[in-house]
C-alpha cells in the first residue's frame, strides 16, 4: 500500500507542504502562520468524504441529472450528490496518489494517468507544477492531456483559514459584476449582475455581513481580477487566467475528522477559491467551459500569494 509523502517546499519566509495522496496543498506557511485548513492525520484523507484539500478532476463543481451530452452521446456519470454529480465522483483526482517527478527546493512536480472510468470519456494524463517564490506566491500550474475528446475543469479544493476560525470574519474584495445563480441543489439556473445583490462583493465586505456568510457559488471575474481575502495582519490574494472562481465558506461543513490544531471541523471552518470554468457547462452551451482534444495540450495557472498586511 503507498505512503503518503510530504513535499517541503522553501522560500525565503515562506513554507508550503504538498503531499502526493491528491495533490493536496497540507500548509502554505508565512514564517510560522499556518493559513491552510487540513486534517489532523493525513494518512487518513482518504477515509475523508469531502474534498478538503484535494485537487479535484477531471471536472470539479456540478453536473445537472449527472449526464451530459457531447456531439450526439450521452454519457452518464455517478450521481454521487442528490441527482447531480459533484467533483467528479469517485473518479476525483484527490482520492489517488500522485506521483513526483521532479523536486526542487522551492517546486515539486506531481504527475497523475487517470484510466477512463465513473462516465468521463478518456485516459487523462495531468501534471501539477507547485512553484514557491519569495515574495509569498504559491504558483499551481496543471497540464492535462487526454485520448477521447472530454470536459476538463479541474482545480484545487484548498480551505484557507488565514488564522481565523471562522470564514465569516474575513473581509473579501471579488472583482466580479456577475455571478451565476442556482437552485436549492447548486445546479446552476443564469448568469446574473450582482449589481444590488447580496453578490456584490467587487468591494472590500466583512464576509458574514451578507447571505449569513454562506456562499458557495462561481463568480464570473472580470478582466485582470485580483481576489482578496485578508484579516487585519494577513492578505491572501488570487489570480487566475480562468473565468471563474467558486467562492465556498464551508457552510455544509461538518465532519468527525479533525483540524490539525485537534478542532473540529463545522460549518465555516475555512473558505475556498476555486479557480473554474463555469458549473454544468457541458449542459449548458451558453456557458464558458473547455473540451479537451486528443493531441491537444491544456494548461491552466492559478496563484495564491500571501502577505502580512
Known amino acids: 500500500m503507498e505512503k503518503v509523502i510530504t513535499y517541503t517546499l522553501n522560500a525565503g519566509n515562506y513554507k508550503a507542504e504538498i503531499i502526493n495522496y491528491g495533490a493536496m496543498i497540507k500548509s502554505f506557511y508565512i514564517d ?4 491552510v485548513l487540513g486534517l489532523q492525520d493525513y494518512d487518513t484523507f482518504a477515509s475523508e468524504k469531502g474534498f478538503l484539500s484535494q485537487v479535484v478532476g477531471p471536472f470539479a463543481n456540478r453536473i445537472s441529472n449527472a449526464e451530459f451530452t457531447m456531439d450526439g452521446v450521452k454519457y452518464k456519470l455517478e450521481n454521487n450528490r442528490g441527482s447531480y454529480n459533484i467533483h467528479s465522483g469517485s473518479r476525483t483526482f484527490g482520492k489517488v496518489f500522485w506521483d513526483c517527478i521532479e523536486k526542487s ?6 504527475f497523475l494517468h487517470s484510466p477512463e472510468s465513473a462516465g468521463f470519456p478518456g485516459d487523462i494524463d495531468t501534471t501539477l507544477k507547485y512553484t514557491l517564490t519569495c515574495d509569498g506566491e504559491l504558483k499551481l500550474h496543471y497540464t492535462m492531456t487526454t485520448t477521447k475528446k472530454t470536459p476538463v475543469n479541474i482545480t484545487n479544493h484548498v480551505y484557507f483559514t488565514l488564522g481565523k476560525k471562522d ?6 474584495t471579488l472583482p466580479a459584476d456577475s455571478y451565476v445563480a442556482t437552485d436549492r441543489e447548486g445546479i446552476p439556473t443564469e448568469i446574473t449582475p450582482v449589481e444590488n445583490t447580496e453578490f456584490d462583493l467587487r468591494k472590500p465586505v466583512k464576509v458574514g455581513s451578507l447571505r449569513g456568510g454562506d456562499f458557495d457559488h462561481c463568480f464570473i471575474l472580470n478582466k485582470d481580477a485580483v481576489i482578496k481575502a485578508e484579516t487585519d495582519d494577513l492578505l491572501l490574494t488570487c489570480t487566475t487566467d480562468l473565468p471563474g472562481v467558486q467562492f465556498y465558506t464551508a457552510g455544509g461543513m461538518n465532519k468527525k475528522e479533525k483540524a490539525k490544531d485537534g478542532s473540529a471541523l463545522v460549518p465555516f471552518s475555512g473558505f475556498a477559491l476555486e479557480s473554474e470554468y463555469f458549473p454544468n457547462f457541458p449542459n449548458r452551451p451558453d456557458f464558458k467551459g473547455k473540451f479537451l482534444l486528443p493531441g491537444e495540450i491544456y494548461e491552466t495557472e492559478t496563484v495564491y500569494k500571501l502577505k502580512r498586511k
Open 32 to 35: 510560522d502562520v499556518d493559513v
Open 105 to 110: 527546493d522551492d517546486s515539486v512536480t506531481l
Open 167 to 172: 470564514s465569516r470574519d474575513i473581509t473579501i
